[in-house]
């Protein structure tokens, strides 16, 4: 019963971290959806929301809402190479994807 009781828990703890969508990429003034901020979000939403929450605000070791265009270079390093608990992409991604999600943490979130 307690294995249960604890397997539930763990379970709805989970479910709870994922909950919720990574921000929607917005419209710009001429209608159309940013194609490579709609591939950031989508890299954010499948690799970096777990960790993060969907908002980037979850851990405030690494509140990514609190970048801003100053920090681009250094951020996408530390996306690439990693950082402490931060794990390297840099093989998982493609240039244009590491390139995609950066600028959406850094414009959207």
């Known amino acids: ?3 249960l009781v604890a397997a539930v828990f763990a379970i709805s703890l989970t479910a709870a971290a994922c909950a ?3 921000p ?6 001429d209608g159309t959806i940013d194609p490579e901020l709609q591939v950031g979000r989508d890299v954010y939403a499948e690799n970096c929301k777990s960790c993060h929450g969907a ?3 979850r851990r405030s070791d690494s509140d990514l ?5 100053d920090d ?3 951020f996408a390093d530390i996306v690439s190479n990693g950082l402490r608990r931060m794990p390297a992409f840099a093989a998982a991604f493609t240039d ?3 390139d995609a ?3 959406y943490s850094i414009e959207v979130l």
């Open 55 to 57: 908002n980037g605000d």
């Open 72 to 74: 681009i270079d250094s």
């Open 96 to 98: 244009e994807q590491l």
């Open 24 to 29: 929607e990429v917005p419209v710009g003034a």
């Open 20 to 22: 919720g969508s990574a």
């Open 1 to 3: 019963m307690c294995r």
């Open 101 to 103: 999600v950066v600028r």
């Open 65 to 69: 809402t609190k970048l801003d265009s």
